[in-house]
């Protein structure tokens, strides 16, 4: 029954929902199709809202037909928030070195649904691509109901998180849900086996990795950052207090956590206050990067790593190979960043090799070169203008 269309239709746009009426359209969509499905409660306003839409990291995708929001689907990438799914899922077995992202929030405008996927398809594609090239995830999630959980094995290639379905998700009304996993490293060659010998129509892996589309607008940016953040204070206040009780419905950690995402930034100030300060809590704010870098050891060799986090004072990342805690010089190489070393300390690692770095504190501060970067990512965080000029169209 699988049909992929041999050309994404001229008048249809695949982008970055950052408008307050694509935001809203991609919203009063969502909650249209869960509220049909039985997956939330109708809601006074309209919308589908969820805590996961006001972080940075999380990234709403949109399907656009002249000015209106045809689809919509949103990727939550891994956080101190968490992700949805892991009320009901143990992560805890994925890869070494796994960056995992959430799909969440998929849906197809009433009436387009049984299209053969003239829609939903191209905005897989879509996500496809953004997830793996600009959004810098190894692991797609997705935890869906067991009706449409075939769908997702049969063709898209997930495995299952677990072989057991879970009898209740909070998350969606308390519907049932069965988690599955794409393996982004591995999903071309997957594809390549299961449809490389099909015909055009049914061969998924020439759609997804060939098929050329004009008309899918993605970041120009460096790909060395991964988050593409559209919140204006006053799309804050629209989505986020007036329209839903979002960020009053916060607890002190989730506030505290995204009031430090957003430090230095208009939206700041309207996040509430946490009652009770934690005695613990991170007071530098971190930007996700896909990065690569080096350690030098001590015997003069290096040993690679991704960094995957960083701030003014700190890396977080991955490190290729077998390393002790203690003092060492971390080159980042990045298109935005001229050639750097910074000197510091791995003050822990886990058992995955996942590391947190500090640079040691000098008279002059983090060098230069470092501290310009920061300032790029704090601009970018800021959404200002400038940022959202960047967005235009590339042609896959």
């Keep these: 029954m699988i049909r992929f269309p041999s050309q994404v239709?001229?008048?249809?746009?695949?982008?970055?929902?950052?408008?307050?009426?694509?935001?809203?359209?991609?919203?009063?969509?969502?909650?249209?199709a869960y509220v049909g499905e039985g997956l939330m409660d109708p809601h006074?306003?309209?919308?589908r809202v969820t805590k996961y839409h006001c972080l940075p990291s999380t990234t709403t995708l949109v399907a656009m037909q002249?000015?209106?929001?045809?689809?919509?689907?949103?990727?939550?990438?891994?956080?101190?928030?968490?992700?949805?799914?892991?009320?009901?899922?143990?992560?805890?077995?994925?890869?070494?070195?796994?960056?995992?992202?959430?799909?969440?929030?998929?849906?197809?405008?009433?009436?387009?649904?049984?299209?053969?996927?003239?829609?939903?398809?191209?905005?897989l594609k879509f996500m496809y691509q953004y997830s793996g090239e600009y959004f810098g995830i190894t692991h797609l999630l997705i935890a869906v109901n067991p009706k449409w959980y075939p769908f997702y094995e049969a063709v898209l290639l997930f495995k299952k998180l677990s072989p057991k379905t879970v009898e209740r998700y909070d998350f969606v009304n308390g519907a049932p849900a069965v988690g599955g996993i794409l393996d982004l490293t591995q999903a071309s060659a997957a594809f390549q086996e299961a449809y490389g010998w099909k015909a055009e129509h049914r061969n998924l892996h020439k759609f997804f990795t060939e098929a050329a589309c004009t008309n899918m607008e993605f970041p120009l940016r460096k790909r060395g950052v991964i988050f593409d953040p559209v919140l204006t204070p006053a799309l804050v206040k629209t989505f986020f207090i007036e329209k839903t009780r979002v960020l009053e419905s916060l607890n002190d950690p989730e506030r505290v956590f995204l009031r430090q995402q957003y430090e230095n930034t208009p939206i700041h100030g309207l996040i509430p206050k946490p009652t009770v300060v934690p005695i613990f809590s991170r007071t530098e704010k971190r930007f996700d990067t896909k990065?690569?870098?080096?350690?030098?050891?001590?015997?003069?060799?290096?040993?690679?790593?991704?960094?995957q986090n960083v701030s003014l004072f700190g890396v977080g990342g991955f490190v290729h190979g077998q390393i002790q805690p203690g003092v060492y010089e971390l080159y980042v190489d990045s298109e935005d960043l001229k050639p750097c070393v910074l000197t510091g300390e791995i003050h822990w690692l886990t058992p995955k090799r996942v590391f947190g770095f500090s640079l040691r504190s000098s008279r002059h501060g983090p060098p230069p070169e470092w501290r310009a970067f920061i300032e790029t990512l704090e601009i970018r965080l800021k959404n200002e203008q400038t940022v959202t000029e960047e967005r235009g169209k590339v042609a896959m």
């Design 66 to 123: 002249g000015e209106r929001v045809v689809g919509t689907v949103s990727l939550v990438r891994q956080n101190t928030f968490g992700l949805p799914l892991e009320s009901i899922f143990d992560l805890s077995h994925l890869p070494t070195g796994s960056r995992v992202a959430e799909v969440s929030s998929l849906a197809i405008a009433d009436g387009m649904r049984n299209q053969r996927g003239r829609i939903l398809f191209p905005l």
């Design 291 to 307: 990065l690569s870098g080096r350690i030098k050891l001590p015997s003069g060799g290096t040993l690679p790593v991704l960094v």
């Design 44 to 47: 006074p306003s309209g919308l």
């Design 9 to 32: 239709s001229g008048e249809l746009r695949f982008k970055i929902a950052e408008t307050e009426s694509e935001l809203e359209q991609a919203f009063a969509l969502l909650h249209n």
